[in-house]
């Protein structure tokens, strides 16, 4: 009987809350010195589970992920999280330092007057390159057909790596043909899947994870990544010494804005340590240390001061209004939407 | 009786050498003083300390083992009641419940539980996935091993006995607790060794119904599979084989026939 | 006395028979059947499923089932997961009989520690086995070096080994080939030598008696063992994520994507339901089979 109960206490110790946050983020979007910071400041632990797929994410959530206090959803997803009742709202009273926000990308059309939702970085998903490769193949680099086109591609066979991501590819697809990345005309998606099709063969491999390091080794000339990783691409590069520099650049034709804001999940048990952390990372110096390290975009005014210059003035990471104009963000498809996408995808991977 | 000829010996050897030189290379590496599992650097012990100080791992591998105690004993408890019913009442339902969770794909019985959990015991329980909806589902497909394991040695006994027994008076309870059991216990124990080794090294179902959150040894090995991989998972594997193959060798030992199905 | 003990007996056999019976019945049948109903429901609007009344109506379809039909791609990977399962058997059949057949013929006392030695892999993780290819047949390792230094100098290009339906072949026959072992060398084990010395006798040669006396009587462990490897392989999702390319995706891989990936749970389930039925085809023609065989050569 005794057993029992031991097994049992064992069993239920692991649920006990103590002081610990759980944070559900993107690969590679917070600092390790930003996280101990954080966490010598409030005293508490922070345990991140990692997700690189906005579809992944909602997904193991509606299967019955549970616990997290805190996610990083880009825009649509928040929609998705707040239309399905998923999220806490916002206690405004314990975050003074929504001041520093830059109100344009406040009250956005996914969540009006914020009441779930708090900007914490955007990147825009571009072109990473290796520079001395595409200069000696004199290939283009500012537009999305360098991805797509036979004639470039047959330069770069097996060295090209497309995000592995529904929405991401398409949208890329779509803007290279001139339309919105929120097209839903299934005929305009059917182009874009023809021309996809048309490009995989040259193409490596579909990787949302890994692909920063093989372009850092050299295994990679191009990449479809989120501007973010190809900051760190770029510096490990250096780091490492290597004989080639990683640039990236917004295709011409334009590209998805990437807004991640953070949330508190329903079933958080500690929604004070997550309100602690928000206002945290509103913080101008934690903000701009986010930027600083990982090369995200900033939607904190009281960060530029303590932003890098080399990075405030990179136009991939801060875009010029001119490039902004040819930015837009991702919103959610409904449900019949969702299915012939999905089916799309089916016949994109296995044709 | 005659010899088997030179081929069949080199046929089956070939077998052998196919079956075990992958496993030997993961073992083998996991020594190599090298991050690539490509060539022999030097020999270490380090990726093992790197899996010791690796807190997820240490903490999947707590999950795999409270997992695995639970889900093997209350696993065991019912399939030996399973296998003592169907031997004795020779039920008709009850040998196709326990056999087909075994005999089916994994992924479906994973997927079923997946939207069973959320669909009748979040809403109606308010319970959300954790260690307890893993232990549910492995308890599920190791009842069918303990049954069968249960019911073969049953059949290789002599039903005299218990017919002796009740002659002498005993009850049903006093059969089983004192001339049942201890002739079945071996079988009874392999069941339970078998339960625990399947639960230890299960990936698909926990896979499904694990939420995210508990890891486990498979789902952890799987998801360096998937990202980073390093001979800390050739270390994790090596160990992980020793301790099931340890298990399996026992179960075998206790119970001559466990394997092959016979009493 | 006797009624006593028959009315004792039927309660022993309700409380002996109930407490697995009902567990099964709550956490194996309960979640077939939700699975059931769920490839006949509306999908949510945000994912997983819309309720099933709504309006004061049932919100039931068959629309799910018309799109599965709606494009061959997914009969495409039906028949193809068919296909990979079908070559899995059959190269486990034909790599398991020599090594059945040398166990079975063994001395007694070896026996037991053959099989042993067969069934250890066995005992590993099947991730681990799965990872253990992917070291051999990696790019970097010496197997893929060799083999494309043979195609560099026959003027080929390079080949990858792993993401490749070869890939996934092979780890799907090294999983499974342990399951095909055993039932085999159960059955040779029974086969009574003296049939194959009165063949010998007849003046039978070596193909011969195998052919027309072992072949046959081994067909019930062929069986048994075929559904032991074919009817997993169908609902394998692991090894082609693992092992194979983009467009090595199986069954089991579409299943994975529609409840950890789309959220499409309606169609998940109807992809689970006609896997079911496959199965269930399968395992029945393997029934009929075996019955016919053991009919005729009885």
């Not at chain 3, 058997?89 to 398991?96: D, K, P, R, S, V």
Request: hydrophobic residues 50%.
């Amino acid at each position: 009987m005794r057993f029992f109960a031991c097994l049992v206490l064992v069993l239920t110790g692991a649920a006990h809350a103590a002081d610990v946050l759980h944070l559900y983020n993107w690969n590679n979007y917070i600092p390790d010195q930003t996280v101990a910071r954080f966490e010598a400041s409030c005293r508490c632990r922070l345990v991140q589970d990692y997700y690189s797929d906005n579809e992944e994410m909602l997904a193991k959530l509606a299967a019955g992920a549970s616990g997290y206090d805190l996610i990083v959803p880009t825009g649509n997803a928040v929609e998705t999280l707040i239309r399905s009742q998923q999220l806490r709202p916002l206690d405004k009273r314990l975050l003074p330092n929504l001041k520093n926000l830059d109100p344009a990308y406040l009250d956005a059309a996914f969540d009006r007057s914020n009441r779930y939702s708090v900007p914490y970085a955007y990147t825009i998903t571009l072109i990473g390159y290796n520079e001395q490769k595409m200069r000696e193949l004199g290939l283009p680099t500012d537009t999305w057909a360098v991805i797509f086109e036979p004639k470039y591609l047959a330069k770069l066979k097996g060295r090209v790596t497309v995000l592995d991501s529904q929405r991401e590819l398409m949208a890329a697809a779509l803007k290279y043909l001139g339309y919105s990345v929120n097209d839903t005309d299934e005929a305009h998606w059917r182009r874009a899947r023809d021309l996809i099709l048309r490009a995989k063969p040259y193409w490596a491999a579909f990787n949302a994870s890994s692909y920063i390091k093989e372009l850092t080794v050299g295994n990679i000339w191009l990449a479809h990544g989120y501007s973010s990783d190809m900051f760190q691409a770029r510096q490990d590069a250096q780091h490492a010494g290597r004989p080639f520099s990683i640039g990236y650049a917004t295709p011409r034709e334009g590209a998805v804005l990437a807004l991640d804001s953070m949330v508190l999940h329903k079933t958080g048990p500690r929604p004070d340590l997550a309100h602690r952390f928000i206002n945290f990372m509103l913080e101008g110096r934690n903000s701009a240390e986010l930027t600083n390290l990982i090369g995200s975009g900033n939607p904190n005014r009281a960060a530029l001061p303590f932003i890098d210059p080399a990075i405030a003035a990179n136009r991939a990471i801060f875009p010029t209004p001119e490039i902004q104009r040819r930015l837009e963000m991702l919103k959610d498809l409904d449900r019949n939407q969702r299915r012939v996408l999905s089916r799309m995808w089916t016949e994109i991977k296995v044709r | 009786m005659r010899k088997p000829s030179w081929w069949l010996w080199a046929a089956a050897l070939a077998v052998y050498a196919f079956l075990y030189l992958p496993l030997l290379i993961v073992v083998v590496y996991s020594f190599n003083d090298s991050r690539l599992n490509a060539e022999w650097v030097g020999f270490t012990f380090k990726w093992y300390a790197e899996l010791f100080s690796d807190a997820d791992m240490l903490l999947a591998a707590r999950n795999s083992v409270l997992i695995a105690l639970a889900a093997s004993l209350v696993a065991t408890v019912l399939g030996t009641m399973a296998g003592l019913a169907i031997h004795r009442y020779r039920l008709r339902i009850l040998p196709i419940l326990t056999f087909t969770p075994v005999a089916m794909p994994e992924i479906l019985l994973g997927v079923s539980l997946l939207l069973f959990f959320n669909l009748v015991f979040r809403p109606w329980l308010g319970l959300e996935l954790g260690l307890w909806s893993v232990i549910v589902a492995h308890i599920t497909f190791c009842i069918g091993f303990v049954t069968i394991v249960v019911r073969v040695s049953l059949l290789g006994l002599d039903g005299s006995i218990f017919e002796a027994a009740r002659d002498l008076g005993a009850s049903p309870w006093q059969t089983f607790r004192l001339v049942t059991l201890p002739l079945i216990l071996p079988a009874v124990v392999a069941g339970a060794l078998m339960s625990f080794a399947l639960s230890l090294d299960d990936f698909v179902i926990t896979f499904f119904t694990a939420g995210v959150g508990v890891s486990t040894l498979p789902l952890q090995i799987y998801s360096m599979l998937k990202i980073a991989v390093t001979p800390e998972v050739n270390a994790v594997s090596t160990l992980l084989m020793a301790f099931t193959l340890s298990l399996i060798v026992l179960a075998s030992r206790i119970h001559r026939g466990a394997l092959r199905g016979r009493p | 006395m006797r009624g006593c003990s028959s009315m004792h007996d039927r309660l022993t056999r309700w409380l002996v028979s109930l407490p697995p019976t009902l567990f099964l019945l709550v956490f194996f049948v309960a979640p077939s059947l939700i699975m059931v109903v769920a490839s006949f429901r509306l999908p949510g609007d945000y994912g997983g499923l819309a309720p099933l009344v709504a309006d004061g109506h049932w919100q039931l379809t068959l629309e799910t089932y018309r799109f599965f039909f709606s494009d061959f791609i997914y009969t495409e990977i039906f028949i193809r997961s068919f296909g990979v399962a079908l070559a899995t058997t059959l190269i486990c059949i034909l790599l398991a009989y020599p090594l059945a057949w040398l166990i079975a013929r063994s001395p007694k006392r070896h026996r037991d520690l053959m099989v042993l030695l067969a069934i250890l892999p066995f005992a590993s993780n099947f991730l681990i086995r799965i990872y253990a290819w992917m070291i051999i047949l990696g790019p970097q390792a010496a197997l893929a070096r060799a083999v494309n230094g043979v195609l560099a100098g026959l003027g080929f290009e390079p080949v990858s080994l792993l993401f490749s339906p070869f890939a996934v072949l092979v780890g799907m026959v090294y999983v499974h080939l342990p399951f095909m072992i055993l039932p085999l060398y159960t059955n040779l084990d029974r086969h009574d030598p003296v049939l194959l010395d009165a063949a010998q006798d007849l003046g039978a040669n070596a193909w011969r008696r195998f052919w027309r006396v072992t072949w046959p009587l081994s067909l019930p462990g062929i069986y048994s063992g075929s559904a032991l490897v074919f009817i997993p392989v169908l609902g394998m999702f692991a090894i082609p994520e693992i092992l194979g390319g983009t467009g090595d995706i199986l069954i089991g891989n579409l299943i994975k994507e529609q409840f950890l990936g789309t959220r499409d749970w309606p169609f998940g389930s109807t992809l689970s339901i006609m896997l079911t039925v496959t199965v269930l085809a399968c395992a029945g023609l393997a029934a009929w089979f075996a019955r016919r065989g053991a009919g005729r050569h009885a």
